[in-house]
């Protein structure tokens, strides 16, 4: 299975950041290939999104810790997909934030490109700004 990280720092209150980016309705607008998200009743939700041309649907299970910050979500099928995107505080007024993908997808650099992309918008969202590898 392929594991995929990426982190970045966005100024804001951590727990701001993170009351934005559990909140289902708020993942098309980061998360780039999707354009729909709706609960779709306890730990599901229901996506829509543009992959490689095609409008793809599904349910998935999803999972929102408010205690440590941090959501979970997946989907069962052949890529056996999951993910995990948490935040954490990285000094005053700075929230660290860091999305890891597991797959057996053997696109790499693809997904690697889809995760910087995903917290440079959640970045340009929250701040105005690009994002920065750390």
Known sequence: MGRYEHSTTVRTDP???FDYVAQV?????YMNAMTAAEPAGEGRVFVS???E?????GEA???VDRDRRSMRWGSPG???YSGELSVTDAGPESAGLRVVLNTERAD???IRAGL???LANVKRLIEGSGTETT
């Open 49 to 51: 999104a543009e992959v």
């Open 116 to 118: 910087e992309t995903t």
């Open 108 to 110: 790499g650099p693809g």
């Open 15 to 17: 727990q701001a950041l």
């Open 25 to 29: 309705g708020n993942l098309p607008a």
């Open 61 to 63: 299970w999803f999972e």
């Open 53 to 57: 041309g095609q409008r793809r649907e």
């Open 78 to 80: 052949p890529n056996d």
